[in-house]
């Protein structure tokens, strides 16, 4: 090995040693079970299935109550930790972000509070779409390329019946202050986050007016905006339109040119790509919904919202499937869009998905049955934290790949599955903050005469019917 790769290696080891004791130090209560939690996630070897079972792993010194206990009675600073996840972005990286929520599903766990119905891509049982649970929404830093990486910068829950137009909002303007504080962000284009239908997209740009950010939103193809120009003088009396002419996503022929165009010839994946963008185009906005929830006295009309409508069209799917229709995207900005930024930074944000499928199926994110919601919340933190090592390991960890597994792509880095199978090996170089465990004694047990008290009991209103049919049933048979 050459010495600048020993140089190199030596500064990633210290970054991240930097990081697990800021990442210690964020621990306030439960410290040293919080943090050899969070190692066993990653030191397991396979995939976690239990949360009970990562007491057992060899870096986790303490014994299953301390694990439970350390999720209960624990506590962590989320500010702070945000703080340390904004300062591992990369200074050369591009300011983009990826915002979507997932559904941490409990179905059966009628003890849970603040339960809420949630979106849920596959059930498999049925044409059911949602599953009773808590649903969080997650900000990362995503990479240009085709990467499995993304960088977990934030995570909260939504409460059940929340909107979540001002959620993001909020979030987003959260993260923009941190990267305010950073000193290379003033030479740095305006954030961009990137977001997927679903999302309001004039709400969501009306919500962040005056913040120096760009969004970039997924559009249905059977939206219908107005350019603002006024139309031709109409006969007779009554008053000429205010919206402009208008213009229809899924129309056939749209007769306005657009502003701008971008073609790539041959992509590698897409074939020929066509970009076309429409400046200053607006919806009309009804009293419903994040509108509705505004002060009706901040305005006498509803306002009108503008924003860039572009429009995606590919040859060919990677697959080599053929399109089965176009791609409208929604961007706001403080200033005109770059068409090749932006169609590009659409496709990063399915990297998401990676660490989405990473965090259930491997670190267990919803193998947890946890009963409250902020237990839930401190292991959605741990598991963050340790993505974030493995993030900072990646050019440090050895390849152990099995032999039928493919090998490694020449100059990429290992994937965060790959990673996570070399990092017990690195962490004993890298020791850890915490102490040794004191010694323990079996407990007194339960008091004489004590006896178990019956959680209560949170239902859905579907569960609920469900618990009066069966109390209704149970009644007629008795009688």
Same mark, same amino acid.
């Given at each position: 090995?050459?010495?600048?790769?020993?140089?190199?290696?030596?500064?990633?080891?210290?970054?991240?040693?930097?990081? @697990?004791?800021?990442?210690?130090?964020?621990?306030?209560?439960?410290?040293?079970?919080?943090?050899?939690?969070?190692?066993? &996630?990653?030191?397991?070897?396979?995939?976690?299935?239990?949360?009970?079972?990562?007491?057992?792993?060899?870096?986790? *010194?303490?014994?299953?109550?301390?694990?439970?206990?350390?999720?209960?009675?624990?506590?962590?600073?989320? =500010?702070?930790? $945000?703080?340390?996840?904004?300062?591992?972005?990369?200074?050369?990286?591009?300011?983009?972000?990826?915002?979507?929520?997932?559904?941490?599903?409990?179905?059966?766990?009628?003890?849970?509070?603040?339960?809420?119905?949630?979106?849920?891509?596959?059930?498999?049982?049925?044409? *059911?779409?949602?599953?009773?649970?808590?649903?969080?929404?997650?900000?990362?830093?995503?990479? !240009?390329?085709?990467?499995?990486?993304?960088?977990?910068?934030?995570?909260?829950?939504?409460?059940?019946?929340?909107?979540? &137009?001002?959620?993001?909002?909020?979030?987003?303007?959260?993260?923009?202050? @941190?990267?305010?504080?950073?000193?290379?962000?003033? /030479?740095?284009?305006?954030?961009?986050?990137?977001?997927?239908?679903?999302?309001?997209?004039?709400?969501?740009?009306?919500?962040?007016?005056?913040?120096?950010?760009?969004?970039?939103?997924?559009?249905?193809?059977? @939206?219908?905006?107005?350019?603002?120009?006024?139309?031709?003088?109409?006969?007779?009396?009554?008053?000429?339109?205010?919206?402009?002419?208008?213009?229809?996503?899924?129309?056939?022929?749209?007769?306005?040119?657009?502003?701008?165009?971008?073609?790539?010839?041959?992509?590698?994946?897409?074939?020929?790509?066509?970009?076309?963008?429409?400046?200053?185009?607006? /919806?009309?906005?009804?009293?419903?919904?994040?509108?509705?929830?505004?002060?009706?006295?901040?305005?006498?009309?509803?306002?009108?919202?503008?924003?860039?409508?572009?429009?995606?069209?590919?040859?060919?799917?990677?697959?080599?499937?053929?399109?089965?229709?176009?791609? !409208?995207?929604?961007?706001?900005?403080?200033?005109?869009?770059?068409?090749?930024?932006?169609?590009?930074?659409?496709?990063?944000?399915?990297?998401?998905?990676?660490?989405?499928?990473?965090?259930?199926? /491997?670190?267990?994110?919803?193998?947890?049955?946890? *009963?409250?919601?902020?237990?839930?919340? @401190?292991?959605?933190?741990?598991?963050?934290?340790?993505?974030?090592?493995?993030?900072?390991?990646?050019?440090?960890?050895?390849?152990? $790949?099995?032999?039928?597994?493919?090998?490694? *792509?020449?100059?990429?880095?290992?994937?965060?599955?790959?990673?996570? $199978?070399?990092?017990?090996?690195?962490?004993?170089?890298?020791?850890?903050?915490?102490?040794?465990?004191?010694?323990?004694?079996?407990?007194?047990?339960?008091?004489?005469?004590?006896?178990?008290?019956?959680?209560?009991?949170?239902?859905?209103?579907? =569960?609920?019917?469900?618990?009066?049919?069966? =109390?209704?049933?149970?009644?007629?048979?008795?009688?």
């Amino acid at each position: 090995m050459s010495v600048p790769h020993e140089v190199a290696d030596v500064e990633a080891l210290s970054g991240l040693s930097r990081f @697990r004791d800021r990442f210690y130090d964020c621990l306030d209560t439960r410290a040293d079970a919080l943090f050899e939690l969070a190692d066993a &996630v990653i030191c397991t070897d396979g995939p976690v299935t239990s949360l009970v079972e990562l007491s057992l792993a060899p870096v986790f *010194r303490r014994g299953h109550g301390a694990l439970y206990d350390a999720l209960t009675d624990g506590a962590i600073d989320e =500010e702070r930790l $945000r703080d340390l996840l904004v300062d591992q972005l990369p200074a050369d990286a591009p300011l983009m972000f990826g915002i979507d929520s997932t559904t941490y599903p409990r179905p059966n766990a009628e003890c849970s509070p603040d339960r809420g119905l949630h979106y849920a891509p596959c059930r498999c049982d049925g044409d *059911r779409k949602v599953v009773p649970g808590w649903e969080f929404q997650w900000v990362m830093g995503l990479e !240009w390329g085709r990467s499995s990486w993304t960088l977990p910068l934030d995570a909260r829950r939504l409460p059940a019946g929340s909107y979540p &137009v001002a959620w993001t909002a909020n979030q987003i303007r959260d993260l923009t202050e @941190r990267l305010s504080k950073q000193s290379d962000v003033i /030479q740095r284009a305006a954030p961009l986050f990137v977001l997927d239908q679903g999302y309001a997209a004039a709400a969501l740009t009306h919500a962040l007016d005056g913040l120096e950010v760009q969004t970039l939103v997924r559009i249905g193809g059977d @939206r219908v905006y107005y350019d603002g120009r006024p139309g031709p003088r109409k006969p007779g009396p009554g008053r000429n339109g205010v919206h402009g002419n208008r213009f229809e996503l899924s129309a056939k022929v749209n007769l306005r040119r657009p502003d701008q165009l971008l073609v790539a010839p041959d992509t590698l994946n897409y074939g020929r790509v066509e970009v076309r963008c429409w400046q200053r185009m607006h /919806q009309k906005v009804q009293r419903n919904g994040y509108f509705a929830r505004l002060d009706a006295e901040l305005f006498t009309r509803l306002p009108v919202i503008e924003g860039t409508v572009i429009k995606v069209r590919v040859e060919r799917l990677p697959d080599g499937r053929n399109p089965h229709r176009t791609m !409208w995207l929604w961007h706001s900005g403080p200033h005109a869009p770059d068409l090749d930024i932006c169609w590009r930074a659409y496709l990063r944000r399915f990297d998401m998905e990676h660490t989405f499928k990473l965090m259930k199926s /491997q670190l267990g994110w919803t193998a947890a049955r946890l *009963r409250h919601p902020e237990q839930t919340i @401190r292991w959605t933190w741990l598991l963050i934290a340790a993505y974030t090592q493995l993030h900072l390991a990646r050019d440090l960890a050895t390849d152990m $790949r099995r032999p039928w597994e493919r090998r490694p *792509r020449p100059g990429k880095p290992l994937t965060p599955y790959r990673v996570r $199978r070399a990092f017990r090996h690195m962490r004993d170089r890298l020791g850890t903050p915490t102490r040794l465990p004191k010694t323990s004694h079996p407990g007194p047990g339960r008091p004489p005469g004590g006896r178990n008290t019956p959680a209560p009991r949170h239902y859905l209103g579907s =569960e609920l019917r469900k618990t009066d049919t069966a =109390e209704k049933i149970g009644a007629e048979k008795k009688g």
